[in-house]
């Protein structure tokens, strides 16, 4: 007996696909109808996950080779929540470029559906499985804007890296499963004991293939150019979304089935993690276009996340949910700002092009402002609480160069936070921007910046709410 | 009873802030506005001189104490004041106001974003003062860095991004080392409630590197010699309402974190480090004196002065007498007032003459009689003649250094003697001599507005000069009981 209501949301997403297919090849010009119908049923999507999953127990599926747990439940609804905001605000930038077309969103809804089974996956097969749904589907969008030399080079250069680490994934889940016999995640924890250094090799390919996933350094060299090739409500998709299923799919692979072998993989996150503060913090000062600013900044919040998983703790997998969350707020609100800097239907992505901002835009540049001091992380604002609950749980464990590493790199970011507000405030006014911009993008930029602002009112609620995460 | 009239006072000015938001600015409600902050920042002064009324002098509890949950079995809202903090809350408050007054003549553009800024920062420093919890603590001392990095960077001289940018990273810098320790507090003793702290004490093993990672937040908040650097920039571009925030309140957080934190909560720390404190301390006094004798620049030399007197201050705390202790306090009072006041002394001539520089001024005595009046009152406060409050407070801390340690005073005691001469040799610069420089004839004397602001500094700067006892009352108990449980806490170890 299979309680198939479980993964109803799955189900759904993956007919609601199909139909959108048929619907977009046999009607012309529907475009926006598939957009709308797409909205709708992630909508939907996030409410019966909510609705069947929420509150269940921890639950396995198809011989354990599936997951439902409260982890998986929360994650999938951020991811299906982040999605839509992704597709609503970036409807006017993809009209712009005419490439208003009915494969975006389906695209979209496809790579939802492989992160999907990615974050509920127990098992190295499904977990693959899910891992290149979602990726097939990115490498298109990076592409979407093909008339461009830069979205097409974009595109070749993430399938081609994608496609190297997705072999040493492989590779990885291969030598576990020569040594252990399982692909399931519970019956390999069961088979550890005599293997343990054959064991070693397959997780360091599979955290290679993850954290290039993730783009942790050393394996982001892809994201900068990517993020700046890739149109931007793709790129504003890229820095978001699949970070929530990548994370997760850490959390899970890391502490069901290798937390006996925690002190051969604790180094390797801790290295991951400081070296992407590190880097990302510096490489970040020299950039002038803001994709690529924000490419390596998200480089750098990846680091901070990573911290969190590294300290063998439910506090710190809780600590690093929490501060993916409070990141997609502020990324959310990031690129809404990104998609507002737009001129007789062009769209500038110059740091430069912010120069005097608040004199034309008092309104726009406060938000922006609330928004880099928060990555900053500079207390009251949202970001700082993030950084203090990951540093938090890195200090309980007493790994104190993680920590004083982790915020001396914050003080380095701050600098480039700095330099885009110091272009905003403190240099001469150029033309307007528009200002008839969606109602939807006024909406997820005034909700981020409030929920970023007044975040210090009520911080416990997202520690309640996140608290249910138990793994260990 | 339990009207919390702390969070009040942290509150209000954030208020009035939301409410200038929500206005439209424009050149016709630029009164209106500036009324608005006024209205809250006075509103607040008096709230603040009832607190002062209601305080009980003869305890050193803790007292209008305020206990919230905030974030769920981790951090309580949590403030407080006793006799040390309450002085501190009492300056900003009254500082804020004279602040807001003084803006008319400096700031031409962008006056609604300026008081918005200004009145945050009234928030956040109150907060600072009166936070009973390090995390607490930590979030106003660090959500400061914000309104002042906008006050300096937008309406600043002609270097103010540099100086902005030097202001915000220093003090991050410094910063982020005690949030580290504060969390590493938390787990050591399982909470970050200063009063349990107090209580309970930290194991003498670990407050070595607790104290010096607090120390590394102060030293640059204070500023202390040789991390004192961003000082002079951010006081040069500031605007003249932004270096009196700065000089008057902001420099002062970290005296008091010395005397809350460094001394109540790492006493045995705080013994081994004495020395280190009294070298930085006197190397303060004396080469930052010297470099104020040297400078060209007005606001440049009473920033330098500025460290020299925070010298003292840190001088006095770690003293560890009752008399150090109290006249640190009353060192930092004054010098809120009297650096405020001379700074915006500065400001005024700059206003007038849009120049900084010593050299343009000389022989203004015939010119501009009141201004020259004023002026005099606050550089012999500087330099600590009797009877205003700039004596009080360097006589008592050389008194508690020469209980302590005789040598270091004897040194000090002659950065007293640099510090008359840089101040009156500015004096003699500025306001006597001949009149050379011709433009200096169209300066107007102070209008009303300037007179009356520097009255309202010159008032307590010769009130608590001869009468300091109202200040002393206040602190005097906490600060013993302060100086009885350190001398326990050292003694057992």
């Known amino acids: ?472 | 009873m339990n009207f919390p009239i702390l969070s009040s006072l942290i509150l209000l000015p954030s208020i009035g802030a939301l409410f200038l938001f929500f206005s439209r600015s424009n050149k016709e409600n630029n009164i209106t506005v500036k009324y608005v902050a006024l209205f809250t920042s006075l509103v607040n002064f008096f709230l603040s001189i009832y607190l002062w009324i209601l305080f009980d002098q003869s305890t050193s509890d803790f007292q209008f104490v305020e206990d919230r949950i905030w974030i769920e079995g981790l951090i309580n809202y949590k403030v407080g004041i006793d006799g040390i903090s309450i002085l501190f809350i009492i300056l900003t408050t009254f500082i804020t106001p004279l602040c807001i007054i003084s803006v008319n003549n400096s700031i031409k553009n962008r006056l609604n974003e300026f008081l918005i800024a200004i009145l945050v920062m009234e928030s956040f420093m109150i907060g600072v003062f009166c936070s009973l919890d390090l995390v607490v603590f930590y979030l106003f001392f660090e959500a400061g860095l914000i309104p002042m990095f906008l006050i300096i960077g937008i309406w600043g001289g002609t270097r103010r991004v540099y100086s902005a940018f030097k202001f915000f990273l220093f003090t991050l810098l410094g910063s982020v080392l005690m949030l580290v320790a504060i969390i590493s507090i938390y787990w050591i003793s399982g909470t970050t409630d200063v009063i349990e702290l107090y209580q309970q004490g930290i194991d003498s093993k670990y407050q070595n590197l607790l104290w010096l990672a607090f120390f590394s937040s102060f030293a640059v908040k204070t500023p202390m010699w040789p991390v004192h650097t961003w000082l002079p920039d951010a006081h040069v571009e500031a605007p003249t309402a932004g270096s009196v925030l700065l000089a008057a309140i902001l420099l002062k957080m970290a005296g008091y974190g010395f005397i809350r934190f460094s001394l109540g909560l790492f006493p045995v720390a705080s013994e081994i480090f004495t020395p280190l404190i009294y070298t930085l301390s006197v190397i303060a006094i004396i080469f930052t004196s010297f470099i104020a004798l040297m400078q060209e620049d007005m606001k440049k030399l009473i920033a330098y002065s500025s460290v020299a007197h925070m010298g003292f201050v840190t001088l006095g705390i770690f003293t560890i007498q009752q008399q150090g202790l109290e006249g640190s306090i009353l060192q930092m009072i004054s010098h809120g007032l009297v650096a405020a006041a001379l700074f915006l002394c500065v400001g005024v001539v700059y206003d007038r003459m849009h120049s900084r520089l010593i050299d343009t001024y000389g022989g203004i005595v015939s010119i501009i009689p009141k201004y020259s009046v004023f002026f005099m009152i606050f550089t012999l406060a500087a330099l600590g003649l009797p009877g205003t409050s700039g004596f009080v407070g360097e006589f008592l801390i050389l008194m508690g250094a020469f209980k302590d340690n005789f040598l270091v005073a004897v040194i000090a005691s002659l950065g007293v003697i640099i510090g008359a001469a840089y101040m009156l040799w500015l004096y003699k610069r500025v306001v006597f001599g001949k009149l050379i420089n011709s433009d200096l004839k169209q300066m107007v004397d102070l209008n009303r507005s300037e007179l009356f602001i520097l009255s309202c500094l010159a008032v307590p700067i010769l009130l608590f000069g001869f009468y300091p006892d109202p200040l002393i009352n206040t602190i005097e108990v906490s600060i013993s009981d302060l100086i009885d449980t350190y001398n326990i806490n050292t003694m057992n170890n």
Request: hydrophobic residues 55%.
């Open chain 1, 1 to 472: 007996m299979i309680n198939l209501e479980l993964v109803f949301p799955e189900i759904f997403l993956s007919l609601s696909i199909m139909f959108l297919l048929i619907l977009g090849v046999f009607k012309k010009n529907s475009s926006v109808l598939i957009h709308n119908l797409s909205l709708i049923v992630l909508l939907v999507t996030a409410v019966i996950t909510i609705n069947e999953t929420l509150g269940i127990e921890e639950t396995f599926l198809f011989n354990g080779s599936i997951v439902i747990d409260y982890l998986s439940s929360f994650m999938k609804i951020m991811t299906l929540i982040a999605a839509f905001l992704v597709l609503v605000i970036s409807s006017n930038y993809l009209k712009a470029f005419k490439i208003f077309k009915i494969e975006y969103p389906i695209l979209i809804l496809s790579s939802v559906l492989g992160m999907m089974v990615m974050i509920s996956s127990n098992d190295l097969i499904v977990f693959y499985m899910g891992l290149e749904l979602q990726s097939l589907a990115l490498y298109v969008l990076a592409t979407f804007n093909r008339d461009q030399l830069k979205s097409s080079e974009a595109g070749l250069k993430y399938f081609v890296l994608s496609a190297l680490s997705s072999g040493l994934l492989l590779y990885g889940c291969s030598l576990i499963y020569g040594f252990t016999g399982a692909t399931n995640f519970i019956l390999i924890a069961d088979q550890l004991g005599s293997n343990e250094y054959a064991l070693t090799f397959g997780i360091v390919f599979i955290l290679v293939g993850l954290a290039f996933k993730i783009s942790a350094v050393p394996f982001h060299m892809w994201a900068p150019d990517v993020y700046e090739g890739s149109p931007t409500s793709v790129t504003l998709f890229f820095t978001m979304v699949p970070k929530i299923a990548a994370l997760s799919v850490f959390i899970r692979f890391l502490y069901v089935p290798f937390l006996n072998l925690i002190e051969q993989w604790q180094m390797i996150l801790v290295f991951l993690s400081i070296a992407s503060m590190l880097f990302g913090a510096i490489a970040a000062i020299g950039q002038t276009n803001l994709k690529r600013l924000i490419a390596y900044s998200s480089i750098s919040h990846v680091g901070y996340a990573l911290a969190g998983l590294a300290t063998s703790s439910n506090d710190g997998i809780q600590s690093s949910v929490i501060y993916i969350t409070i990141y997609i707020i502020m990324n959310l609100g990031l690129f809404s700002c990104l998609l507002m800097m737009r001129r007789n239907n062009e769209y500038y992505e110059d740091i430069n092009d912010l120069s005097g901002l608040s004199k034309n835009h008092p309104l726009l540049s406060i938000s922006l402002l609330v928004i880099l001091f928060s990555l900053a992380g500079i207390p009251p604002l949202a970001g700082f609480f993030a950084k203090f609950y990951i540093f938090k749980s890195v200090l309980e464990q007493s790994m104190y160069f993680l920590a004083i590493v982790g915020l001396l790199s914050t003080v380095v970011a701050a600098f480039y936070y700095l330099r885009i507000i110091k272009i905003m405030y403190f240099d001469k006014e150029k033309e307007k921007f528009d200002t008839d911009h969606s109602m939807w993008l006024k909406f997820s930029l005034t909700a981020s910046t409030l929920l970023i602002l007044i975040y210090f009112i009520f911080p416990s609620q997202l520690i309640e709410v996140v608290s249910r995460i138990n793994i260990i």
